[in-house]
């Protein structure tokens, strides 16, 4: 039988050539749109995915595969591989060093391995269930403060122009609440930021699940909560993760200041 730490280790292996791939291509060549002007993908991304999702069929050929671009096979195996090829890909195409490859390991409705890889600032976050978070091998953790008055808040916005201005209504009636706010444009660097105390809490409407499915262990390894408005699982509805002391609260003001996208295709998730 497989061993999750057997599938933390492929999960590892494979982020490790996807950067491997990522820095021998170097800058994209190509960018095409995909459902906006904001949101793009490269050859790069298409060529990670491809690389993943081939090394995946010939070792674990049962597993299911997810990925962002074109990867979607079903197996019949009860794992899933959920992948995010490079997550930021606008700061790769503007050469911002902040985009990580994502990988998490489903097995059945659990998730039991994950990696980022921030390539970018080559830092490695694994998580194996009930194993704990490191970071380039190291145990993290998240913050102490106990009032969302002093945390440092990470956020991002939809690609959709019209869903971007409701999100940042809803920031606005927070903004004042908070130490300060952040937006790197990496959901899964975000999370594993907050996980290791970078960030005290983060939130993002209309994520998918290679956005923030091994993000989203790594961090409740580390110690920290995720949720959404109503769960204490991550969703497209809202994604919420801070840690463990200001979370209510967190949730509570997000529940108060929240500008509903009564148009978000998320909505019937």
């Given at each position: 039988m497989t061993t999750n730490t057997q599938l933390l280790e492929l999960a590892t292996e494979l982020s490790i050539k996807a950067k491997d791939l990522v820095v021998a291509h170097g800058s994209p060549k190509e960018i095409a749109e995909k459902s906006s002007r904001s949101d793009v993908v490269t050859e790069v991304d298409e060529?990670?995915?491809?690389?993943?999702?081939?090394?995946?069929?010939?070792?674990?050929?049962?597993?299911?595969?997810?990925?962002?671009?074109?990867?979607?096979?079903?197996?019949?195996?009860?794992?899933?591989?959920?992948?995010?090829?490079?997550?930021?890909?606008?700061?790769?195409?503007?050469?911002?060093?902040?985009?990580?490859?994502?990988?998490?390991?489903?097995?059945?409705?659990?998730?039991?391995?994950?990696?980022?890889?921030?390539?970018?600032?080559d830092e490695l976050y694994r998580a194996e269930k009930g194993r704990g978070a490191t970071r380039n091998g190291k145990s993290i953790s998240?913050?102490?403060?106990?009032?969302?008055?002093?945390?440092?808040?990470?956020?991002?916005?939809?690609?959709?122009?019209?869903?971007?201005?409701?999100?940042?209504?809803?920031?606005?009636?927070?903004?004042?609440?908070?130490?300060?706010?952040?937006?790197?444009?990496?959901?899964?660097?975000?999370?594993?930021?907050?996980?290791?105390?970078?960030?005290?809490?983060?939130?993002?409407?209309?994520?998918?699940?290679?956005?923030?499915?091994?993000?989203?262990?790594?961090?409740?390894e580390a110690g920290a909560r995720v949720g959404s408005l109503n769960q204490d699982v991550a969703q497209r509805t809202l994604t919420i993760a801070s840690n463990p002391f200001i979370f209510n609260e967190f949730r509570g003001l997000i529940k108060k200041s929240l500008v509903m996208d009564v148009e978000a295709d998320y909505l019937d998730d």
């Open positions: 060529l990670v995915e491809g690389m993943i999702r081939s090394e995946l069929r010939s070792i674990r050929p049962e597993d299911s595969i997810l990925g962002e671009e074109q990867a979607r096979y079903q197996g019949e195996s009860e794992y899933t591989w959920v992948i995010d090829p490079i997550d930021g890909t606008t700061n790769f195409v503007y050469d911002i060093p902040n985009f990580a490859v994502s990988i998490a390991v489903i097995r059945g409705d659990q998730c039991v391995a994950a990696v980022v890889y921030d390539i970018g600032n998240p913050t102490s403060i106990t009032s969302v008055r002093n945390a440092l808040v990470g956020t991002g916005f939809s690609y959709d122009s019209k869903r971007r201005k409701r999100q940042a209504q809803t920031l606005l009636a927070m903004v004042e609440t908070f130490r300060d706010i952040r937006r790197a444009g990496a959901a899964s660097i975000d999370i594993c930021w907050v996980a290791c105390g970078r960030l005290d809490a983060f939130y993002e409407q209309g994520l998918w699940p290679w956005d923030y499915k091994a993000a989203e262990l790594i961090a409740t």
